[in-house]
């Protein structure tokens, strides 16, 4: 058995009912952005044309060139696009990032491997993993929540995760057809609570890049997509993948296709929708797709069906697109179309990622100073293996509120059986849906039936769970898994050990990916990256006390193997009051700060011995969150250096794209647009129903 384990991480690594209402405004061009914390004015409306004169306008960077651009005589009646005879030449972004440094055209390919920063670690100096504790024994006193909920302390929604997750399947992807090395599972370990009958937990390395893993090379890793923030994830890296996603024939001539992509009832296609599956481009399935294949949803990334939440985002900006041809005049062929339309959702992506997503987790880069041509925006073995794993972050449970009306009673019945719960609300007009982690897995059928605009208001409408040391245990033991037979409805939880036979841990799937890797130790790590090395344990976690507490209810000497050191006798909301244990709704809801039995770095020291010996990421989630952000100083500086590389090495980045400011000046279109202006465009949400920010819970919720 394989799995891919990956949320958040680069290397392993929601439409609505009938698809929806149509959206309310897809046909009206962005305004200009008035709201807070939106940069720039103007630029959406159109400027005042000198008539007679030939305008030449070269984009010498990230290149646009619009030439041949003839004004016609003295009528500012007719229409600006009936008024210019307009001949896109301008030069198109690679799909695979080939050639966007012109003098390393191969910095950021497809199919290269991971950069590093740090020499690689292997056991045997070459290619052999590391060895190192159990790391299922590592995970079950680490990385175990005993199933209390512990939400992010600056209350950063589920968009946090699951933009984090776009982005990484738009930067990184594994060569995962290495060798099998599944990992030993010991079911007498007495702080285990789950069942296996798999005999262990799967497991398989990543390929070895060519070359690679010989003796004076070492052991090196591949990145089969592109580095670049360049929307891959909605439109692939192959023009294979491509044709097939765009509307039109599948004759290998992209230039006949339409200029949308291929949406049928508005969501994405299903491999079966042009008839024989096995034509279509591969999607990685799992879980209940596993029996049905051919009814995965196709997009750029083959991870599109790992959630609902993900699915749902990939269809939101396939929508994007197709809204933004919409607003393209006739006069332009279809690839100039798509191409436009291509350029502003890259454009998208980025201005979404750098002004959103990584302030809202807290993340300050220096202010861009335009494309530097000596910066490889590579993909860094140690951000994808260790910096971007935040798999903490992700909710046991996705909560979805829906207009009653729109619901039939067929619909909630086929729901419930799926293992959602269903409540109406006091007064009957609206039904709230819970989605257990579990259900949102590999069923992309809940997109349709849930709706896509009640889908991605509810990912921001509620808290993630902090970034920390602690994995809800839908990730940590059973991901990915269908429940036991006779168990449909038992998905979360504390019943929740009794409801699978099989043990899948994406904590200790971290740990052992590093190994794979050949990644440096945590105070090796932070060396790398420019911190001084931990010298000991509660160093590293920020904690008075470093060793277990005498007396008490603890055995004496095997403290490291006692459950009940992990249990948690102090929570504290935001606001750091104490939070009353046996309240339900308050322990549910409020809680950001939690004290256990025993401190974290007792635990580390029972488990490691020294803190030279630490995994670079079981040292990293066990860090302190510096002010301001949601991450402690080792994570935080592998984002930042990443981000930045990403930011500054991309020719194409929408800092230094003239080309974007003309098609702002021709078409009204500007892609300075927040997330849940997409979601309003492209949905029946209307943007009054949306925060400003939607990557932060509006206080007072």
Request: net charge negative; aromatic share 8%.
């Amino acid at each position: 058995m394989r799995t891919r384990g990956d949320l958040l991480e680069p290397i392993d690594d929601f439409w609505g009912r009938a698809g929806d209402r149509p959206p309310r405004r897809s046909s009206r061009p962005p305004r200009r952005p008035t709201r807070r914390g939106r940069r720039g004015g103007g630029g959406g409306g159109r400027r005042t044309i000198v008539l007679g004169v030939v305008v030449l306008i070269v984009a010498t960077i990230a290149t646009v060139r619009f030439s041949d651009i003839v004004v016609k005589p003295n009528d500012d009646t007719v229409p600006i696009h009936d008024r210019y005879h307009r001949r896109w030449n301008s030069e198109v972004q690679s799909l695979d990032g080939r050639g966007n440094n012109r003098r390393h055209p191969e910095w950021g390919q497809a199919g290269r491997a991971y950069a590093r920063v740090a020499p690689a670690n292997y056991g045997d100096g070459v290619a052999t993993q590391a060895q190192g504790p159990d790391v299922r024994y590592i995970s079950n006193r680490v990385f175990n929540d005993t199933h209390q909920n512990i939400f992010s302390e600056r209350a950063v929604t589920q968009w946090g995760f699951t933009w984090g997750q776009f982005i990484d399947h738009t930067i990184g992807l594994r060569d995962d057809k290495g060798e099998q090395a599944d990992l030993p599972f010991n079911a007498d370990d007495p702080l285990e609570e789950f069942t296996n009958t798999l005999g262990g937990m799967p497991f398989t390395r990543s390929a070895a890049a060519p070359g690679t893993g010989v003796a004076g090379r070492p052991r090196e890793q591949v990145n089969v997509i592109n580095s670049y923030l360049d929307a891959d994830n909605v439109y692939g890296n192959s023009n294979e993948r491509l044709e097939w996603l765009r509307e039109g024939p599948l004759d290998g001539n992209l230039a006949n296709n339409s200029a949308k992509l291929l949406l049928p009832d508005g969501l994405l296609a299903r491999r079966d929708a042009r008839g024989d599956a096995s034509t279509a481009p591969f999607m990685a399935t799992d879980g209940r797709l596993i029996p049905t294949p051919e009814r995965a949803f196709a997009a750029g990334d083959v991870r599109a069906n790992e959630n609902i939440a993900l699915t749902a985002t990939q269809t939101l900006f396939a929508r994007e697109h197709n809204r933004i041809v919409g607003l393209l005049p006739l006069e332009l062929t279809e690839e100039q179309k798509f191409q436009i339309a291509r350029r502003v959702v890259i454009a998208e992506e980025q201005w979404i990622t750098y002004n959103e997503f990584l302030p809202a987790m807290g993340v300050r880069l220096p202010r861009y100073q335009g494309y530097n041509p000596r910066v490889n925006p590579t993909l860094t073995n140690e951000f994808a293996t260790v910096g971007y794993r935040a798999h903490s972050m992700i909710h046991g449970e996705i909560e979805v509120e829906g207009d009653a009306a729109e619901y039939s009673p067929e619909q909630r019945e086929q729901l419930e059986a799926m293992g959602v719960e269903v409540t109406p609300s006091e007064d009957g007009e609206d039904l709230e849906f819970v989605i257990p982690l579990n259900v949102a897995f590999f069923n992309p059928d809940l997109v349709g039936m849930l709706g896509m605009g009640p889908l991605l208001k509810g990912i921001g409408s509620e808290s993630e769970y902090r970034n920390d040391e602690m994995i809800d245990n839908q990730l940590r033991s059973v991901l990915f898994q269908v429940p036991a037979p006779g168990n449909p409805g038992c998905l979360d939880g504390e019943e929740l050990p009794d409801c699978f036979q099989g043990v899948v841990d994406l904590g200790a799937l971290d740990v052992q990916r590093g190994r794979d890797h050949g990644m440096p130790t945590y105070n090796q790590l932070r060396v790398a990256y420019g911190l001084a090395p931990k010298r000991s344990f509660t160093a590293i976690t920020g904690e008075r006390q470093g060793g277990f507490p005498r007396g008490g209810d603890l055995t004496r000497g095997a403290e490291i193997d006692d459950p009940d050191s992990l249990k948690f006798v102090r929570l504290f909301d935001r606001d750091g009051v104490v939070v009353d244990p046996e309240d339900e709704e308050a322990v549910e809801a409020e809680v950001v700060t939690a004290v256990r039995r025993t401190p974290l770095a007792a635990r580390l020291q029972g488990i490691y011995g020294s803190v030279d010996k630490v995994d670079a990421f079981v040292g990293m989630v066990s860090e302190p969150h510096l002010p301001g952000s949601d991450m402690g100083e080792l994570q935080l500086a592998i984002w930042r250096k990443q981000f930045q590389a990403l930011r500054d090495g991309d020719r194409f980045f929408y800092g230094n794209d003239p080309g974007l400011r003309e098609i702002r000046r021709l078409y009204a279109i500007d892609f300075r647009v927040r997330l849940a202006d997409v979601i309003a465009l492209n949905t029946d949400t209307p943007r009054d129903e949306l925060p400003d920010n939607v990557f932060v819970v509006p206080t007072g919720e």
